[in-house]
């Protein structure tokens, strides 16, 4: 509802910007440009926009939404009264990650797994909330955010000082390892559990290519770094199974443990559910995964018992107001706290060489120029005692990668920096967290991948099947290595290889002189490997086990202060300016029709794997020798 809220107000101001945009007179030539003239946008129906009045009209209208409809559920008992005991109940479904996507023109988006984790807090500090009630539907998550997500939970319940309890109408391997941390669980009826285990599914795109006539030449540096691995073979190495070989015992182990340990199952007995796999709802209840088969309304009914009863959202209702309009329209900036505090950076998605998309580019990009400059900042502000860095990346960009390992130890230099690994922190994104003071990592992140690759697509022989043939002219003996009409010759690729190799030593070198390691000692574990958080924490690579919440108290420990005080987070929630220059940056081309059959035949999460493999390779065009992790694989 929050997020209908937040695209209505999007809508609303977009609308009244350009309905009441006054008509400008060009200007006559000048020889010198003009002043600019600031004016508030007027409206020849209803005076000036930003009057008082019309501000105040559009916040009414706006806080209209979200009330329920005459045929919609109530969202609360009638005898609700916060300053009495009660019981919250709670939606949870849809795409669980570390920013929020925010499009002006999707209604599709996904939750922060922080803010889950600030409401989860938030609630557990009201003394009269004497149970949460989550009602769970399909969840996209990762198995390292399941596991800080379900760390949380269990905080909630304060050794028993609340209760959590949940209703699913099914629930499958992760969402299931989730409902294991609540005090009972429910199933409705002809509802199922399917716990079937961990699984995964290599995606290898050689085969498309040879039928499109497009050669895949690439180098890399490390004998475990496979990123071409999916272009180049038709078949993962066995190199890369013994990667993936080493995820899975991982994800299966947090698995087992997470069901044994909530459900008070022995371990062996659990393994044993997991091999039978699929469990109907009365199945399901004699085996002890659930506790019993009821509808929603019923069960929470039962779980309020005499107490009455809120449904809250995952974030906390915002009035539109005067002050929030303003800012999302970019006319009220914000502003840093003159208070010590500290910072927190989140660094997600690619890493790219330039500006990027900005501010709203970053929540899916990690675009150097504009990280560095938010680095800078951070350095320079004096009530910023210090910062964590999120990473949740692949890599991307070796040059991009370098340049903010530089930012970043600048304000290692300054104020301590910590750095809390999200899913991914690998390649690249190892780069660039290698030389914090701290590093924290959950069992299952994928880090490590300490390695480079470099290559292009040689198109020409899908050309000449199109009819268009070539003839490339040069002068210089190298002056058409770039060229993607063909690919590379003896000596071209023998001086790729060696800038690769040139790369590969400062990376790490990097990695050893932020561990406290030798050279040697890091190119043992590096050579592309990828390790899950808990082979990172045994081989060096990281210092511990934890979530955000971890490396936020270790940094405000080193930073000598009792409380972090209130966060500063980057990227900022976006304005309207930054909606628009995301929508002039361009909209997504539509699907091929060779995505649109996978996704017919093997379902969303393999197109959508596939789709950002090709993105990726796309990228070597710009940055032709990358610091980056290439795993096309659909995790089930």
Known sequence: MQRRNRFALATLSTLALVACKPKVEEPAPSSSPPEPEVAAPQSSAGGDLMSGANLLKMSSMLSELGKPGLYDAPRSSAEFSKNKPHVLTMGLSGSISELENISLFSTKGSTPLRMLQDRLRELAERDDLKSLLLRVGDLGISMATAQELRASLLAFKGEGKRGLHCHTESASNIQYYLLSACDSIAIAPTGGVVISGVAAMPMHLKGLLDKLGIKADFLHVGDYKGAAEPLTLDRP??????????????????????IASGRSLDVAVVRDLIDTAMFTAPEAVLAKLVDEEITYEAYRSKIAGELPWKRVGVEEAEEPGIARIMQLMGLQPHRRDGADHIAVVYAVGSIIDGKGDGVLGARGEIASRTLVAALRALTEAESVKGVVLRVDSGGGSALASE??????????????VVVSMGGV??????YISAGANRIYADENTLTGSIGVVGGKLAIGGALEKLGVTSFPVGRGKRSLMWSSLGAWNADQRAAIQKMMEDIYKVFVQRVADGRGKTYEEIHAIAQGRVWTGKAALENGLVDEIGGLDAALAHVTELAGMESPG????????????????????GVSATE??????????????????????????HSFRDANVQTTMLLPVVWQ
């Open 403 to 416: 340049l903010i390992w530089h930012a970043m130890n600048d304000l290692k230099a300054v104020k301590p």
């Open 566 to 585: 209130d966060l500063e987070v980057y990227p900022p929630k976006p304005t309207l300016v930054d909606f628009v220059s995301s929508y002039a940056n």
């Open 425 to 430: 922190a690998a390649s690249g994104g190892y």
């Open 237 to 258: 190495s066995e190199a890369m199974n013994t990667t993936i070989a080493g995820i899975l015992d991982q994800s299966y182990a947090t698995l087992v443990e997470g």
């Open 592 to 617: 091929s029709s060779v995505l649109g059959e996978v996704r017919l035949l093997l379902g969303d999460a393999a197109a959508v794997t596939i789709a950002n493999t090709l993105s990726q390779v």
